[in-house]
């Protein structure tokens, strides 16, 4: 029965290895492949789909919809269409995060490739294990926090450039919520990266006793 279990174990790690394997493969492709479509949109001076947020105005209003007396004052929040003559530093931080997510993605599967084969050699706490948990959690945390200050300072540049000579611009705009969740999973990782570091040490201990 144990024979069966640890079989049974070992192949599944071996599927997660293979798994995660191909899934961050994938993820550097696609990582390589947006940066590539950032830098010549940037170059370009945009021409993507691009969406922007606009304030209550008169120019948002849609009072034109039937309504009834009691009902408040509506208007459009996003305005879409393909974006020209946007320069440089705008598109790239505009678009920049649609390359440095795959590439979190990926960082984030290679460190759980390197877990599970590790996991099945029976060093689970190996150096290797926990440089890829500390990698991981720095990636989660700076490139999670980094998207959206580059998609905020990007939004914010790219509708004084492209809305600035119509009537979009008016209105207040509130600060965007700051998303923690990417640091505190990142101090989680860290965490029990120190944990897996500790581990190692009283697994080292533990065999100069034997």
Do not use: C
Not at 73 to 100: H, I, K, N
Not at 192 to 207: M, P, Y
């Amino acid at each position: 029965m144990q024979t069966s279990t640890s079989n049974r174990q070992a192949r599944t790690l071996v599927a997660v290895q293979v798994a995660v394997g191909i899934y961050a493969m994938g993820a550097f492709v696609f990582a390589t492949f947006m940066l590539f479509v950032v830098l010549s949109s940037g170059l370009a001076g945009g021409g993507s789909a691009i969406t922007l947020p606009v304030g209550a105005s008169p120019a948002t209003s849609v009072s034109g919809l039937a309504v009834s007396a009691q009902s408040p004052d509506g208007y459009f929040t996003e305005v879409e269409f393909t974006a020209q003559d946007l320069s440089l530093g705008t598109s790239l931080l505009y678009y920049a995060p649609r390359a440095l997510t795959p590439l979190a993605h990926g960082v984030v599967a290679l460190a759980i490739m390197v877990l599970a084969r590790n996991v099945r050699s029976g060093q689970p706490f190996a150096g290797p294990v926990i440089s890829g948990m500390t990698i991981s959690a720095l990636t989660i945390a700076i490139i999670g926090s980094a998207n959206q200050l580059l998609v905020s300072f990007g939004t914010s540049q790219a509708r004084w450039e492209l809305l600035s000579d119509t009537p979009f611009l008016a209105g207040w705009l509130g600060a965007p919520a700051f998303d923690w969740t990417p640091v505190f999973v990142g101090l989680t990782l860290g965490i029990i990266a120190s944990v897996f570091r500790a581990g190692a040490s009283l697994q080292r201990e533990t065999e100069g006793l034997v």
